[in-house]
C-alpha cells in the first residue's frame, strides 16, 4: 500500500482527496491509495493544509513530519510521511 524510500524512517503514499465534503474524514485504502474526504474547499492552498493536518492528527505525529511531495494542485496527491513505519501508517490510517 505503501512505497518505502531509501531512509527506513521515510514513507511515501498515495492519496486521493475530495474536497469541499461534508465533513472531514479519512475513508480508508482503496487499489493501494488512500481516500480522503476535505470539507475545505480546494482554493489557495486550503485543502492541502487540510489535508496535513488531518493527517498529521491521525498519525500522532507534527504537521512537519508529513508533505505533499507531488500533487499539490492535483485531487491526486502523493504524501511522504516522516517518522513511522509502514505497518504503523496503514494501522494508524485504517487497514
Avoid: Y
Avoid at 480508508?28 to 480522503?36: K, M
Avoid at 474526504?37 to 488531518?54: F, H, V, Y
Avoid at 504537521?63 to 496527491?77: C, D, E, L, M, T
Amino acid at each position: 500500500m505503501a512505497k518505502q524510500t531509501e531512509s527506513p524512517q521515510v514513507i511515501r503514499i498515495a492519496v486521493k482527496v475530495a474536497a469541499g465534503a461534508s465533513h472531514s474524514a479519512i475513508s480508508g485504502w482503496r487499489d493501494h491509495c488512500l481516500r480522503v474526504r476535505l470539507s475545505t474547499a480546494p482554493e489557495r492552498g486550503k485543502a492541502n493544509a487540510a489535508l496535513i493536518a488531518l493527517l498529521a492528527q491521525a498519525l500522532g505525529l507534527s504537521k512537519s513530519a508529513v508533505s505533499i511531495v507531488r500533487g499539490q494542485h492535483s485531487p491526486r496527491k502523493t504524501i511522504e510521511i516522516s517518522g513511522l513505519s509502514e505497518p504503523d501508517i496503514i494501522r494508524l490510517l485504517g487497514d
